[in-house]
């Protein structure tokens, strides 16, 4: 079973930066997509940020200019730089893993607090 871990949450003050860690168990050759999604008490998980095995990223209009997404293949691994955070940010960050012939892998989620 894959495994997918997150880490780097914690409690920020407006205007802060973050950066979110994504490491897995997953062949790398067999990565398609790794996504960053979120989830803020009530509302529904939304997509964050994705980027491919090519190196193409897509970002959620909500934080464009403020994260960047990014891959290490050498370490199966994806971060996530959270720059000029706001109170919306607040949420539970949660990686995907979308492998080719399998279902998509989830970690447990980081939690990430904006808050003066």
């Known amino acids: 079973q894959v495994q997918v871990v997150e880490s780097g949450g914690g409690l920020v003050q407006p205007g802060g930066s973050l950066r979110l860690s994504c490491v897995t168990s997953?062949?790398?050759?067999?990565?398609?997509?790794m996504d960053w999604y979120r989830q803020a008490p009530g509302k529904q998980r939304e997509l964050v940020a994705s980027?491919?095995?090519?190196?193409?990223?897509n970002y959620a209009d909500s934080v464009k200019g403020r994260f960047t997404i990014g891959r290490d293949n050498t370490k199966n691994a994806m971060y996530l730089q959270m720059n000029s955070l706001k109170p919306e940010d607040t949420a539970d960050y949660y990686c995907q893993i979308a492998q080719r012939n399998a279902f998509p892998s989830w970690g447990q989620g980081t939690q990430v607090t904006v808050s003066s």
């Open positions: 980027i491919t095995s090519g190196g193409s990223t």
């Open positions: 997953a062949s790398i050759f067999s990565i398609t997509t």
